[in-house]
């Protein structure tokens, strides 16, 4: 009697998946990532957040600036001590925006009586644009080269040109 053969004996021969079109499109993906990284230019704002101490502040017999700007939706109050008071306020000029010329020129003239102080204070009190933000940020931060020179004192007694405002800059309320 004739049997069908066994399948044990006659067995396919198992192909294997051809890998080289994936790893192609892999590594022509890998690449396109890493050259389109290149183009991609993130920029940051160096800023601080408010630190919480339970060390007791250094004694000192100079009062701190705590210089605080309050951004408000028509206006920017410029406060300074502990508790802030209401130095200057400052409005928006005819086209609507913050009058940055005004802000810039009273903090020369509160950096020229506070050397040594570099830190500011953000509090917005409303929702402001990105555009906005970084104007104030870049108006407090940087002296421009024609903006009126103010030297201070090294600890050997050179007179050193100062060459920022108020390039520490820590937000004090955030909103989201």
Do not use: C
């Not at 400052?90 to 009058?99: C, F, M, R, V, W």
């Not at 500011?120 to 870049?138: F, G």
């Not at 940087?142 to 040109?161: A, E, S």
Request: hydrophobic share 40%.
């Amino acid at each position: 009697m004739y049997r069908a053969p066994s399948r044990r004996k006659i067995q396919k021969e198992v192909q294997k998946p051809n890998l080289i079109p994936i790893l192609d499109a892999v590594f022509i993906f890998i690449f396109f990532l890493l050259m389109s990284s290149r183009f991609l230019n993130i920029n940051e704002i160096p800023s601080d957040v408010p630190i919480v101490s339970d060390r007791q502040p250094p004694k000192s017999n100079k009062k701190p600036l705590a210089l605080t700007l309050q951004i408000l939706n028509t206006r920017i109050q410029i406060l300074t001590g502990v508790p802030g008071y209401v130095r200057k306020t400052i409005g928006k000029n005819a086209e609507g925006d913050y009058d940055l010329q005004a802000l810039r020129d009273y903090l020369i003239d509160l950096k020229q009586k506070n050397v040594d102080e570099n830190t500011v204070v953000l509090e917005p009190k409303v929702d402001l644009s990105y555009e906005d933000i970084v104007k104030i940020m870049d108006t407090v931060r940087d002296l421009k080269k024609t903006d009126p020179d103010i030297w201070t004192k090294t600890k050997d007694g050179m007179d050193l040109r100062v060459k920022e405002l108020f390039n520490n800059i820590v937000f004090g309320n955030i909103q989201s």
